[in-house]
């Protein structure tokens, strides 16, 4: 079998040991679908070294029918979740150009958008019609602000259908909204329109499979279930891809995907039993927390001699709004979380990641507090909040990407560093920029006065202040967006939803403006992952010596989820379907993520009975279990 001879960088523990092994029943298996031209589905559980099988199952292809499908140009998909796995999986295939490795919106774009004509169909026969009668739904004919937005949206998805005629290309720019009548299609649009083609054309479907006659999809669980279908479809025609669909179920965290991934019809299921990350204890705990599949510690790991527990706090009741914590609550919990760390002696350690379902504790743990509430706020529209969590938004980017860099190497005295920043992210100081004729010299002199003024600035101003000083002397090249709410004047009005639900952004950017720059960096070490701090979200593929899991239902305040009727529902009641789905799924991707030590703080109402019910169901001993 064809293998990397050494790790490449970023690769997760289970992946760098599985390298060179010795192949599991599951890899011999997809060799055989392979060698049969056979499809299949592999479920891989957590730690099990999947990306090793798919990059494995990628380099037999290669071994095997690589010099015929160079010489008859076609190619080997491999579709992944996230531009960070397209370029580990590139990496360890060696760049070979055999290969298009591409995330699902990139792969599906570049092949829908040769067929322009096909794109106005799907769009006018299917997309906007279901986006309209999805619209309807909300309108029961009343003057309720739900109802009026409804009709604003109908009205303007109409007009958009009328004019998809006469729009003569169509575009896909990664982004998340669509501007139908200039032709610009968001990520949704760009997956629907693939699923109408794979449904409708057997020309798309037919040229798919002749460019493409194998086509692996990683993390298959968070697949759409339309590309599911439409590749299943495909692979079903005689002649037509070999299709491996390569993920877990138990670790799908996106809402409305393939979950549950099948391969096609005479297509065969494979299950991976191996852990190669997780300490025995560990695995021992999620073959009981999970039922379909039994992992086993098969590499260094069945060595480490790791814990796993469990410590109830009784939860106050919610003194706040909306049947939340009010301040002083929070801190209190943050003190009895504080204690409990610390009596484990994790208080300090940077070994240690801790895991919540939202920021809310996070943030005011890390101080970034006020920024949080402003942007999940009522000024925040969801792409505002969207950008705010992956410090894409333009008001923030400036100080994530400029600014928080610059001050931080100026306060270092690090003067190259200084203009290694500026030389990349300042027109002025770009080397083929209007000042490339200028001495280094000068142009050191230069930036050592202008970090002075602005680290004055920026112990002393507000955001604004610094934005309007690295703007006007050129440190950052602001965005047009950035420079429009600079320019202009405060918003004197009071705030309506009504009436400013389009503008309220205005409203966002002078609530940000007047703000101290005191929790920016707070921020930034956040977004850059440099804290031992995390949302359960977040860390779906990593892996941590040491992991804390907080759930506390009152904190998150979020009602799609509910741990303690997931743990405890004798207690706590049992949880709705969808809660009970998406609460053990997103539960267990953060137990695995635990190579050695895995500690649950728990704060539930009644301590005491939810350990009686904790020790019937089987998922905790005696030993493991703790109170406050």
Same mark, same amino acid.
């Given at each position: 079998?064809?293998?990397?001879?050494?790790?490449?960088?970023?690769?997760?523990?289970a992946?760098?040991?599985m390298?060179?092994?010795?192949?599991t029943?599951?890899?011999?298996?997809?060799?055989?679908c392979?060698?049969?031209?056979s499809?299949?589905?592999?479920t891989?559980g957590a730690?099990?070294?999947?990306?090793?099988?798919?990059?494995?199952a990628l380099?037999?292809?290669?071994?095997?029918?690589g010099?015929?499908?160079?010489?008859?140009?076609?190619?080997?998909?491999?579709?992944?979740?996230t531009?960070?796995?397209?370029?580990?999986?590139q990496?360890r295939?060696?760049?070979?150009e055999?290969y298009?490795?591409?995330?699902?919106?990139?792969f599906?774009?570049?092949?829908?958008?040769?067929?322009?004509?096909?794109?106005?169909?799907?769009l006018?026969?299917?997309?906007?019609?279901?986006?309209?009668?999805?619209a309807?739904?909300?309108d029961?004919?009343?003057?309720?602000?739900?109802?009026?937005?409804?009709?604003?949206?109908?009205?303007k998805?109409?007009?958009?259908?009328?004019?998809?005629?006469?729009?003569v290309?169509?575009?896909?720019?990664?982004v998340?909204?669509?501007?139908y009548?200039?032709?610009?299609?968001?990520?949704?649009d760009?997956?629907?329109?693939a699923?109408?083609?794979?449904?409708?054309?057997?020309n798309?479907?037919?040229?798919?499979?002749?460019r493409?006659?194998?086509?692996?999809?990683?993390e298959?669980?968070?697949?759409?279930v339309?590309?599911?279908?439409?590749?299943?479809l495909?692979?079903s025609?005689?002649?037509?891809?070999?299709?491996?669909?390569?993920?877990?179920?138990?670790?799908?965290?996106?809402?409305g995907?393939?979950?549950d991934?099948?391969?096609?019809?005479?297509?065969?299921?494979?299950?991976?039993?191996?852990?190669?990350?997780? =300490?025995? %204890? @560990? /695995?021992d705990? #999620?073959?009981?927390?999970?039922?379909d599949?039994?992992?086993?510690?098969?590499?260094?790991?069945?060595e480490?001699?790791?814990s796993?527990?469990?410590?109830?706090?009784?939860?106050?009741?919610?003194?706040?709004?909306?049947?939340r914590?009010?301040?002083?609550?929070?801190?209190?919990?943050?003190?009895?979380?504080?204690?409990?760390?610390?009596?484990?002696?994790?208080?300090?350690?940077?070994?240690?990641?801790?895991?919540?379902?939202v920021?809310?504790?996070?943030?005011?743990?890390?101080?970034f507090?006020e920024?949080?509430?402003?942007?999940?706020?009522?000024?925040?529209s969801?792409r505002?909040?969207?950008?705010?969590?992956s410090?894409?938004?333009?008001?923030?980017?400036?100080?994530?990407?400029?600014?928080?860099p610059l001050?931080e190497?100026?306060?270092?005295?690090? =003067?190259? %560093? @200084? /203009?290694?920043? #500026?030389r990349?992210?300042?027109?002025?100081?770009?080397?083929q920029?209007?000042?490339?004729?200028?001495k280094?010299?000068?142009m050191?002199d230069?930036?050592?006065?202008?970090?002075?003024?602005?680290?004055?600035?920026w112990s002393?101003?507000?955001?604004?202040?610094?934005l309007?000083?690295?703007?006007e002397?050129?440190?950052?090249n602001?965005?047009?967006?950035?420079k429009?709410?600079?320019?202009?004047c405060?918003?004197a009005?009071e705030?309506d939803n009504?009436?400013?639900?389009?503008?309220?952004?205005d409203?966002?950017?002078?609530?940000?403006f007047?703000?101290?720059?005191n929790e920016?960096?707070?921020?930034?070490?956040?977004?850059?992952k440099s804290?031992?701090?995390?949302t359960?979200h977040?860390?779906?593929?990593?892996?941590?010596?040491?992991?804390?899991?907080?759930?506390?239902?009152?904190?998150?305040?979020?009602?799609q989820?509910?741990?303690?009727k997931?743990?405890?529902?004798?207690?706590?009641g049992?949880p709705?379907?969808?809660?009970?789905?998406?609460?053990?799924?997103l539960?267990?991707?953060?137990?695995?993520?635990?190579?050695?030590?895995?500690?649950?703080?728990?704060?539930?109402p009644?301590?005491?009975?939810t350990?009686?019910?904790?020790l019937e169901?089987?998922?905790?001993s005696?030993?493991?279990i703790s109170?406050?």
């Amino acid at each position: 079998m064809v293998g990397e001879p050494t790790a490449p960088a970023g690769e997760s523990r289970a992946n760098l040991i599985m390298i060179n092994r010795v192949q599991t029943n599951a890899d011999e298996a997809v060799r055989e679908c392979i060698a049969e031209h056979s499809s299949f589905a592999l479920t891989a559980g957590a730690g099990s070294g999947k990306t090793t099988s798919l990059v494995d199952a990628l380099a037999e292809i290669r071994a095997t029918h690589g010099a015929t499908l160079r010489q008859d140009g076609q190619r080997i998909a491999c579709i992944t979740f996230t531009n960070r796995a397209v370029d580990v999986i590139q990496r360890r295939l060696r760049f070979d150009e055999l290969y298009r490795v591409s995330t699902m919106h990139g792969f599906l774009w570049a092949e829908i958008s040769r067929f322009q004509r096909d794109i106005r169909e799907a769009l006018q026969n299917d997309r906007l019609p279901t986006l309209i009668e999805k619209a309807t739904e909300d309108d029961d004919g009343k003057e309720t602000k739900k109802a009026r937005k409804a009709r604003k949206k109908i009205a303007k998805l109409e007009t958009e259908l009328m004019g998809l005629s006469d729009v003569v290309n169509f575009t896909y720019d990664d982004v998340a909204f669509s501007d139908y009548l200039n032709g610009k299609l968001s990520h949704d649009d760009v997956i629907e329109i693939a699923g109408y083609l794979f449904k409708e054309r057997h020309n798309f479907r037919r040229l798919i499979g002749m460019r493409y006659p194998f086509i692996f999809v990683d993390e298959a669980q968070d697949t759409f279930v339309s590309i599911v279908e439409g590749l299943n479809l495909t692979c079903s025609e005689p002649g037509l891809p070999l299709v491996g669909y390569f993920g877990d179920p138990w670790q799908q965290i996106y809402e409305g995907r393939a979950g549950d991934f099948a391969p096609p019809e005479g297509g065969m299921s494979i299950t991976k039993i191996e852990n190669f990350r997780c =300490s025995p %204890q @560990v /695995i021992d705990f #999620l073959n009981a927390f999970r039922s379909d599949v039994k992992q086993i510690a098969a590499g260094s790991n069945a060595e480490v001699n790791g814990s796993v527990e469990i410590h109830l706090i009784e939860a106050e009741t919610p003194e706040g709004p909306r049947k939340r914590y009010t301040e002083e609550q929070l801190d209190r919990a943050l003190a009895k979380m504080d204690k409990t760390v610390e009596s484990w002696g994790w208080n300090d350690r940077t070994d240690v990641i801790r895991l919540f379902l939202v920021r809310q504790m996070i943030a005011r743990r890390l101080a970034f507090s006020e920024l949080q509430q402003l942007f999940t706020g009522p000024y925040a529209s969801q792409r505002a909040q969207d950008d705010y969590e992956s410090g894409q938004h333009y008001l923030l980017k400036p100080f994530l990407k400029v600014i928080c860099p610059l001050i931080e190497a100026s306060g270092k005295g690090e =003067s190259r %560093q @200084v /203009i290694d920043i #500026l030389r990349t992210n300042s027109h002025t100081y770009d080397p083929q920029g209007p000042n490339a004729g200028r001495k280094l010299k000068d142009m050191v002199d230069q930036s050592k006065l202008q970090l002075e003024e602005l680290t004055e600035i920026w112990s002393d101003g507000t955001t604004k202040d610094v934005l309007v000083y690295c703007d006007e002397n050129g440190l950052i090249n602001s965005s047009d967006r950035l420079k429009e709410q600079l320019a202009r004047c405060p918003r004197a009005e009071e705030y309506d939803n009504e009436t400013h639900s389009e503008e309220k952004g205005d409203w966002l950017a002078d609530s940000f403006f007047a703000m101290p720059t005191n929790e920016l960096f707070a921020y930034r070490d956040f977004i850059l992952k440099s804290t031992p701090y995390s949302t359960q979200h977040g860390v779906k593929g990593e892996e941590y010596p040491n992991v804390l899991v907080v759930f506390d239902d009152i904190e998150a305040n979020w009602n799609q989820y509910s741990f303690s009727k997931l743990l405890s529902p004798g207690v706590a009641g049992e949880p709705t379907e969808g809660q009970f789905e998406r609460g053990r799924k997103l539960a267990y991707v953060c137990f695995s993520r635990a190579e050695e030590n895995l500690k649950i703080l728990f704060f539930t109402p009644t301590p005491e009975a939810t350990k009686d019910e904790l020790l019937e169901s089987g998922l905790f001993s005696e030993d493991q279990i703790s109170l406050a």
